[in-house]
């Protein structure tokens, strides 16, 4: 290698080494602030105000008594008008809770008149019943105050008389024997009378409510709703079951239930 190329090497590091000094002796420096305009010094203070709100969180605005609902259901009675064995309608108060939980008490009347196809008459006069429980409004997080989609439970209760009578029926072993002899009636000869008027009942049950409840107008709604019941306990006469519970339906062991209620909101 020629000494002019070993001097132009040198000489070349050297003016490396000199450049990346004076950089780094830059750096280190401190460096001066840049000067801001008014206008951008107050779009960066609206800026980072705009960053501190979104950190605080929103408050609850939604009180705790939220409104009382009175509503009527017209299901049972529209049923019956178009023949249904039995009519039934009922009351309805519900107390609405921060939107999301609704304390429900229901009282209603119920009652049949029919014959079954094998020839049985069942009677119950309209009697009174009720049901207790609550709704949970699954809609609350949405802050939607005029309708809500609920799910809820309730405890019914019915005590009612009841009455089961069939045509007089004709006895296989003691025919024309059995009964009042003086009676001169063929049709009642040798013929056995059931009928059982006055017998009691009691019925417990258990309801798993799905339904929805919407804002007609003002203060005006309209609602309906699906019950699974389940029967926790009964007693009834010793002459047989009753075919039609109030507040429940047929006397089995569960059924389900429709409601369609109109409701009114009380005033605040």
Do not use: C
């Not at 019914?156 to 029926?169: E, I, Q």
């Amino acid at each position: 290698m020629s000494t002019a190329t070993v001097r132009l090497l040198l000489l070349s590091s050297l003016a490396l080494i000199g450049f990346a000094g004076q950089a780094v002796a830059q750096e280190l420096q401190p460096r001066q602030p840049r000067k801001v305009s008014r206008e951008e010094a107050e779009e960066i203070r609206k800026g980072k105000n705009r960053k501190e709100e979104k950190k605080v969180a929103v408050p609850d605005t939604i009180p705790f008594y939220n409104g009382t609902y009175v509503g009527i259901d017209v299901y049972g009675l529209g049923a019956n008008f178009l023949g249904s064995d039995f009519a039934s309608s009922e009351l309805q108060v519900g107390v609405n809770l921060k939107n999301r939980f609704i304390p429900t008490l229901e009282i209603g009347m119920g009652g049949t008149d029919t014959w079954s196809e094998t020839g049985i008459h069942y009677r119950t006069k309209a009697t009174p019943y009720f049901r207790i429980g609550a709704d949970y409004n699954v809609m609350a997080r949405k802050k939607e105050k005029n309708s809500y989609l609920y799910v809820g439970l309730r405890y019914g209760m019915s005590a009612f008389k009841y009455d089961v009578a069939t045509l007089p029926v004709s006895d296989p072993i003691w025919g024309d024997n059995i009964g009042n002899s003086s009676l001169t009636d063929d049709f009642w000869k040798g013929n056995v009378p059931f009928d059982h008027p006055g017998m009691k009942a009691t019925v417990q049950w258990m309801e798993i409510v799905l339904g929805v409840k919407v804002r007609i107008y003002k203060n005006f709604n309209m609602g309906w709703s699906i019950r699974m019941k389940y029967k926790l306990g009964a007693s009834s006469g010793e002459y047989g079951d009753p075919w039609y519970v109030p507040g429940f339906g047929k006397y089995k062991s569960n059924t389900m239930g429709l409601t369609y209620s109109l409701i009114y909101r009380l005033p605040l």
